[in-house]
């Protein structure tokens, strides 16, 4: 389906994409061509105007009734404020219309298409880089809108002028006409090979553009590690190379839309001197009349040099069909993760959540999970722990259907994940990840976040449940101090303390913390630890740790090791048990065990 879609020609992708604009289209168009008629008309009134002072009572004016010479140039006048006032109407009813057209267009389509980048699966954003998404996002977008608003009225008016005068042409003088139209086909032969010609060169500027702006966004993503690891330089090199490759492609495009227009310009020469003398021949043998030798010499050159426009007009189209592609490529793409029509209200999810025959792997790597079963009771807390890669990060994207497995189903409160309306499903899982991510804006907004009709009360509750408020109180304007992007001007401590403020507030009945503590200090995990045990209460937990004391509170835990569950049990029990929980545990205390209940550690010796 996709590569259909590709053989497609954009234009034709872009009018099928774009039904709902038509009627808009077709007016703005209307508009063009009256323009343009209206445009071409002057020529015709100075024909009229040379043929009355030359003919006098024998001009084309008299035998349509209107004798006197001196009401013939009245005559001429008004028309000529007519036309030149409907010309001025509908030059401004083009421009406000294709203008306002490619401005809609513009925000409709980004829209649309980061409306579909937000529903498609994660799977999808682990092949593609962030800046090439902006490129098409922002220049390749922003490229279709220039052609709208200028590219295709440019050829609507070309189109215009080549058919109302090579009409005329063929009225007035066709043993003239032929004269005339010598440059065309070349003309329109050449405008097709550069289009063949420049497609592909395009196309590699596009490519070239979303290469760099994902380069770019990585590095400004990472400055801290550059500087770091002062690497200022081999980066500057890097995005070196990439400008270059992209100033170099933009370079060859270049050059061969350059050579278009002083081509056409030679081509059209031969029209124009050749109306221009053969015609000014049959003028002065008699056979031709001076007003209409006039009226084919100025409409030669009104229909000749603004061919010489195409070149601009065709680097335009060119530029836009090669975003229009990658822009409509990008929507052609197929969710593969729907929502089902099941509501789930928060308020009634009890949180049981059980995985039942699971199996999942990552794209075509090979499963983590085998034959994987898990049940978590409802209001329980859930530790779950094991080496990097042992599938713990994994049940997360499961359960908020990031990704769908191969094999098995998972239920909440017994109903399949799959049955269930997306967004109440994650609406009813909250999320505090191991890198808490922070949008621009203030203290208050991100608490807020997804609970933006929270009142300044509620949020301050939930800042101060999370420990969160001595650190906040001592910022430059509180709640409402900007902590900048993905909050770079807060320690991870802090941020965590805001994400987990922003998990109270919205008080979801099942909340999963992954790594939560797992870049504090030990006051901040303590922090932290207090806070989860205040989430704890009336809700299901599934916690994600490294730090084994994150998780010795829990009602269960389990150990993970190659997508399996080698381990089950509860802090004590897993601990006098001897396997691998007992050897991390060992490992993190320095030899020491900590017997829960007791309240006390012994020495293993």
């Not at 440059?183 to 050449?190: F, Y």
């Not at 124009?272 to 209409?292: H, K, M, P």
């Not at 089902?340 to 999810?349: A, N, Q, R």
Request: proline fraction near 3%.
């Amino acid at each position: 389906m996709k590569n259909k879609a590709k053989e497609r020609h954009p234009l034709k992708r872009l009018w099928e994409y774009g039904g709902a604009y038509r009627g808009r289209v077709w007016t703005a168009a209307s508009c063009s061509v009256l323009n343009k008629i209206f445009d071409l008309a002057p020529p015709a009134l100075i024909g009229a105007a040379i043929d009355v002072v030359v003919e006098r009572e024998e001009s084309l004016l008299a035998h349509l009734g209107v004798i006197d010479v001196t009401h013939q140039l009245v005559v001429l006048a008004v028309l000529t404020v007519v036309i030149w006032g409907l010309e001025s109407l509908f030059q401004y009813l083009q421009a406000w219309l294709w203008r306002n057209l490619a401005q809609t267009v513009q925000h409709d389509l980004r829209l649309e298409s980061y409306g579909h980048i937000q529903d498609l699966e994660m799977a999808y954003f682990h092949e593609q880089s962030t800046g090439g998404l902006m490129a098409i996002l922002n220049d390749d977008i922003n490229q279709l809108e220039r052609f709208l608003d200028i590219g295709a009225d440019d050829i609507l008016q070309v189109s215009t002028t080549a058919l109302v005068i090579v009409s005329a042409f063929f009225v007035l003088a066709p043993e003239v006409a032929w004269m005339a139209m010598l440059p065309i086909p070349l003309i329109i032969w050449g405008s097709f090979k550069y289009q063949r010609l420049l497609s592909p060169r395009y196309a590699k500027v596009r490519q070239d553009v979303a290469d760099l702006n994902g380069q770019l966004n990585n590095n400004l993503s990472g400055i801290a590690t550059i500087k770091s690891f002062a690497t200022e330089q081999f980066e500057m090199e890097r995005i070196r190379e990439l400008s270059d490759s992209y100033r170099q492609s933009n370079r060859r495009a270049i050059r061969l839309s350059s050579a278009f227009s002083p081509l056409i310009r030679m081509a059209i020469v031969i029209g124009f001197t050749a109306t221009l003398v053969y015609g000014g021949i049959l003028t002065i043998e008699g056979e031709l009349a001076v007003g209409t030798y006039s009226v084919l010499v100025f409409l030669t050159q009104r229909l000749l040099w603004p061919m010489t426009r195409l070149g601009k007009t065709f680097d335009l189209y060119q530029r836009a069909m090669a975003s229009t592609q990658r822009v409509l490529d990008l929507l052609e793409i197929s969710v593969t993760i729907d929502g089902g029509e099941k509501p789930l209200v928060t308020d009634e999810v009890q949180g049981e959540i059980e995985f039942s025959g699971i199996e999942f792997g990552y794209g075509e790597r090979e499963p983590i999970l085998r034959d994987f079963d898990l049940c978590i009771d409802a209001g329980s807390t859930l530790g779950v722990v094991g080496a990097t890669g042992a599938g713990k990060s994994t049940l997360i994207n499961l359960i908020l259907r990031f990704f769908d497995p191969q094999k098995g189903q998972i239920t909440i409160d017994g109903q399949e994940l799959s049955s269930l309306d997306l967004g109440d499903l994650r609406r009813a899982v909250g999320l505090v990840s191991q890198d808490a991510f922070l949008f621009q804006g203030t203290v208050r907004d991100n608490i807020a976040y997804g609970c933006f009709e929270a009142t300044n009360q509620q949020i301050e509750r939930a800042a101060r449940l999370a420990e969160a408020t001595p650190f906040i109180e001592e910022l430059p304007e509180g709640y409402d101090t900007i902590i900048g992007e993905r909050g770079e001007t807060l320690s991870g401590g802090q941020k965590q303390r805001i994400s987990i403020a922003r998990a109270i507030l919205s008080d979801p009945p099942i909340l999963i913390l992954d790594e939560a503590t797992s870049a504090v200090d030990n006051a901040t995990e303590a922090a932290i630890q207090r806070s989860m045990d205040h989430l704890a209460r009336n809700r299901t937990m599934i916690v994600i740790a490294h730090r084994l004391s994150t998780v010795r509170n829990a009602d269960q835990i389990i150990v993970l090791d190659e997508g399996s569950i080698v381990e089950r049990g509860g802090h004590d029990e897993l601990v006098d048990a001897g396997g691998i929980y007992a050897e991390l545990w060992d490992i993190q205390t320095g030899g020491r065990r900590w017997r829960q209940g007791e309240g006390r550690e012994k020495t293993v010796g």
